[in-house]
T-cell receptor, first 115, second 112 residues
Framework: EAGVAQSPRYKIIEKRQSVAFWCNPISGHATLYWYQQILGQGPKLLIQFQNNGVVDDSQLPKDRFSAERLKGVDSTLKIQPAKLEDSAVYLC?????????????FGPGTRLTVT | GDSVTQMEGPVTLSEEAFLTINCTYTATGYPSLFWYVQYPGEGLQLLLKATKADDKGSNKGFEATYRKETTSFHLEKGSVQVSDSAVYFCALSPAAGNKLTFGGGTRVLVKP
C-alpha cells in the first residue's frame, strides 16, 4: 500500500511570496489533515477534511492560508503572502477508522524556509 | 482545551540503558493516547497507542500504560539500541473526534 505522498519536499521562498503544497492521501482514506511543525515543537493541526468538506480549521490563519480538497482525494495548502514565521515543516496525514480510534498516517512533509 | 506535556530533551543514553519519557495530558472525557516516533530524515510513525484506562500499548520493545488517575502515558523501554535514536511525540485524540494534539517532542540520543 502506497503511503501519503507530498510535494515538494523542500521549498525556499522570500517573504511576501506565495507557495503551494500538494498532498495525495492513502487510497480510501476519507479524512485528511494538514499540520504545521515548527522546529523544536510538536505538530499543530491547521485543517482537517472529511471527504471534501472542512471539519476543523480553527487554527488556520485564514488571512494568509487556504486549503482545498477537490473531489475528496488530493489536497493543496497555500500560503499567500508568506511571513518569516511560516518557516516550518508542513505535514499531511490521512486516516481511516480502526475500531475505536482513527489511526493517522503521515507523509514525509514539506520543509518551507521563508527568507 | 486539550494539551499534552512531555519531558524536554535531549535525553542521552548508553546502549542497553533503560529509557523513560514522561507524558501527561489534560483533556475532557476519555481520550485515546499515542506515541509517535520521528527517525532522522523520516516522517512521523505511530509507535503505539491505548484507547482506554489501564490499557497498555506496546511495540518494538516500547511500552506505555494509560493511567487515568494520574493523566499520564509514560513511554518506557528496558534496553535501548542506537537505532532508537529519534524524536518521540506523545499525542492524544479526544473521546469524540480524531484530531491529534501533540506534545513538544523529546529527542533521544543513544550512544554505543
Amino acid at each position: 500500500e502506497a503511503g501519503v505522498a507530498q510535494s515538494p519536499r523542500y521549498k525556499i521562498i522570500e517573504k511576501r511570496q506565495s507557495v503551494a503544497f500538494w498532498c495525495n492521501p492513502i487510497s480510501g482514506h476519507a479524512t485528511l489533515y494538514w499540520y504545521q511543525q515548527i522546529l523544536g515543537q510538536g505538530p499543530k493541526l491547521l485543517i482537517q477534511f472529511q471527504n471534501n468538506g472542512v471539519v476543523d480549521d480553527s487554527q488556520l490563519p485564514k488571512d494568509r492560508f487556504s486549503a482545498e480538497r477537490l473531489k475528496g482525494v488530493d489536497s493543496t495548502l497555500k500560503i499567500q503572502p508568506a511571513k518569516l514565521e511560516d518557516s516550518a515543516v508542513y505535514l499531511c496525514a490521512s486516516s481511516v477508522e480502526q475500531g475505536a480510534t482513527y489511526e493517522q498516517y503521515f507523509g514525509p512533509g514539506t520543509r518551507l524556509t521563508v527568507t | 482545551g486539550d494539551s499534552v506535556t512531555q519531558m524536554e530533551g535531549p535525553v542521552t543514553l548508553s546502549e542497553e540503558a533503560f529509557l523513560t519519557i514522561n507524558c501527561t495530558y489534560t483533556a475532557t472525557g476519555y481520550p485515546s493516547l499515542f506515541w509517535y516516533v520521528q527517525y532522522p530524515g523520516e516522517g512521523l510513525q505511530l509507535l503505539l497507542k491505548a484507547t482506554k484506562a489501564d490499557d497498555k500499548g506496546s511495540n518494538k520493545g516500547f511500552e506505555a500504560t494509560y493511567r487515568k488517575e494520574t493523566t499520564s502515558f509514560h513511554l518506557e523501554k528496558g534496553s535501548v539500541q542506537v537505532s532508537d535514536s529519534a524524536v518521540y511525540f506523545c499525542a492524544l485524540s479526544p473521546a469524540a473526534g480524531n484530531k491529534l494534539t501533540f506534545g513538544g517532542g523529546t529527542r533521544v540520543l543513544v550512544k554505543p
